[in-house]
């Protein structure tokens, strides 16, 4: 992969892990007492992990902000994959309950990570963003049949729904289709940096996971992209 080999000549090497494929890629749970501890996603072709300590140690860089959006935040996972002729970047959030406070928090952890990977690989010669097909993945226990009977519930008797809501419902559905975070939700172009580091919408999954732990088939995610 072209573009390890250029990281590796500017990073120290010990950030980036190159994998191939029919290998399962663990991302791992940070926070002691979550009860979604990790996820495994199988994947095929090329991948390029970029370590979750790439983020943590540039975490200092940036300001203290009480409001969106809050750069110092990291995701759990990050990671390219090459494959069937296409390039995926990702970013991985793991959560344990699913409710609205977490899906907020997981997203700003994406959307920060987002820039600041595209920040960082911007300085080399052949990274363009526009090569790759990028998406968020929120992982977490899936939502209580209580509540999603309540949400089907409001939505029959046509009430209005929450982002949240409108969330669960699209991705309770059999086959989901990702739910777009949007920049009226990130604002990262209201910060003062390039157009190419923000985005208007980026498609985010959601995966059940039941138990501590998930196994899940990564082409079966990116392939509705």
Same mark, same amino acid.
């Given at each position: 992969?072209?573009?390890?080999?250029?990281?590796?000549?500017?990073?120290?090497?010990?950030?980036?892990?190159?994998?191939?494929?029919?290998?399962?890629?663990?991302?791992?749970?940070?926070?002691?007492?979550?009860?979604?501890?990790?996820?495994a996603l199988v994947f095929h072709g090329r991948l390029?992990?970029?370590?979750?300590?790439?983020?943590? &140690?540039?975490?200092?860089?940036?300001?203290?902000?009480?409001?969106?959006?809050?750069?110092?935040?990291?995701?759990?996972?990050?990671?390219?994959?090459?494959?069937?002729?296409?390039?995926?970047?990702?970013?991985?959030?793991?959560?344990?309950?699913?409710?609205?406070?977490?899906?907020? @928090?997981?997203?700003?952890?994406?959307?920060?990570?987002?820039?600041?990977?595209?920040?960082?690989?911007?300085?080399?010669?052949?990274?363009?963003?526009?090569?790759?097909?990028?998406?968020?993945?929120?992982?977490?226990?899936?939502?209580?049949?209580?509540?999603?009977?309540?949400?089907?519930? @409001?939505?029959?008797?046509?009430? /209005?729904?929450?982002?949240?809501?409108?969330?669960?419902?699209?991705?309770? &559905?059999?086959?989901?289709?990702?739910?777009?975070?949007?920049?009226?939700?990130?604002?990262? /172009?209201?910060?003062?940096? &390039?157009?190419?580091?923000?985005?208007? /919408?980026?498609?985010?999954?959601?995966?059940?996971?039941?138990?501590?732990?998930?196994?899940?088939?990564?082409?079966?995610?990116?392939?509705?992209?």
């Open positions: 992969m072209d573009l390890y080999n250029d990281l590796i000549r500017v990073f120290a090497d010990r950030w980036f892990d190159f994998r191939s494929g029919g290998e399962a890629l663990e991302i791992e749970e940070h926070e002691k007492a979550a009860s979604v501890k990790n996820i390029l992990l970029i370590k979750n300590e790439y983020l943590k &140690k540039t975490n200092e860089l940036y300001r203290e902000n009480d409001n969106v959006p809050e750069l110092k935040h990291d995701c759990d996972g990050v990671f390219i994959n090459e494959t069937k002729g296409n390039k995926y970047l990702v970013f991985v959030e793991l959560k344990s309950e699913h409710c609205e406070s977490n899906f907020v @928090k997981a997203e700003r952890q994406i959307a920060a990570s987002y820039l600041r990977i595209l920040s960082l690989f911007s300085c080399l010669r052949n990274f363009n963003s526009k090569d790759y097909k990028i998406c968020g993945i929120i992982a977490s226990k899936p939502v209580t049949t209580e509540k999603l009977v309540k949400i089907k519930q @409001k939505k029959s008797v046509n009430c /209005s729904l929450s982002r949240y809501e409108r969330q669960t419902l699209k991705f309770a &559905k059999p086959s989901p289709q990702p739910f777009e975070l949007q920049d009226v939700y990130s604002k990262l /172009s209201t910060l003062p940096v &390039k157009e190419e580091l923000h985005f208007a /919408s980026l498609p985010i999954f959601h995966l059940d996971v039941h138990g501590t732990s998930g196994r899940f088939d990564l082409e079966d995610i990116i392939k509705r992209l």
